[in-house]
């Protein structure tokens, strides 16, 4: 599942696309979610485009060492845990029911390793609380970790401050500063005031054209 050590992957380059949504650093169940999003003329930006892109990411989250290259299994993984917290949120946002069968899967996700430090002896040392990623298992550490932030912020204290971005087609997900927040970003909330602003101007032409 992952190629560790001597195997050089290609530098992630954070995409162009909007600086990251209020939330997203502390997040990584929201940061995970933008890694993909649709910018005005329909281009779709995906961070985990390839294994590349999707190690770079969880390199630049300290999700996992500097010295892991996932493969295209592993990236798909994350890919597919992306869209369930997708769905999750998304039915968050609306106040609807959790799918049941992505609700499932992001409980396999929390479980399938202990996410907490086992209890070891070491010899001369005695008990301690050690942290385990097995090579094989550095993925699903990482997964674990961001289900886990996913089941923390649904029902948590910053649970009613989920939101997702109104300035349409962007969707990112964040979480609310202030209660009159709609954009996940200043360059956003420029677009929409400029599209609504041109929208008053072509207003006011057709009004003084029925005019004369």
């Not at 029902?155 to 202030?178: K, N, Q, V």
Request: charged share 25%.
């Amino acid at each position: 599942m992952l190629t560790v050590n001597n195997f050089r992957y290609h530098e992630h380059v954070p995409s162009p696309a909007l600086p990251p949504a209020p939330g997203t650093d502390d997040h990584a169940s929201l940061a995970l979610v933008d890694t993909v999003v649709v910018l005005p003329g329909g281009h779709r930006v995906d961070d985990l485009g390839d294994p590349g892109a999707a190690t770079g990411w969880l390199i630049e989250r300290g999700l996992v060492s500097d010295d892991v290259m996932l493969l295209e299994h592993c990236q798909g993984k994350l890919t597919s845990l992306r869209q369930d917290l997708r769905t999750l949120f998304d039915r968050f946002v609306e106040g609807e029911d959790p799918d049941p069968s992505a609700l499932d899967r992001i409980n396999a996700a929390i479980t399938t390793v202990p996410a907490a430090p086992l209890l070891h002896h070491v010899p001369g040392r005695g008990l301690q609380r050690v942290q385990q990623h097995p090579v094989t298992k550095l993925v699903e550490y990482a997964m674990a970790h961001i289900a886990e932030d996913a089941a923390e912020l649904v029902t948590g204290p910053l649970a009613g401050s989920i939101a997702r971005c109104e300035a349409l087609p962007c969707d990112r997900l964040m979480i609310r500063t202030h209660a009159r927040r709609r954009w996940c970003s200043v360059r956003c909330g420029d677009r929409v005031r400029a599209a609504r602003s041109y929208s008053r101007g072509r207003q006011s032409e057709d009004a003084e054209a029925e005019r004369t």
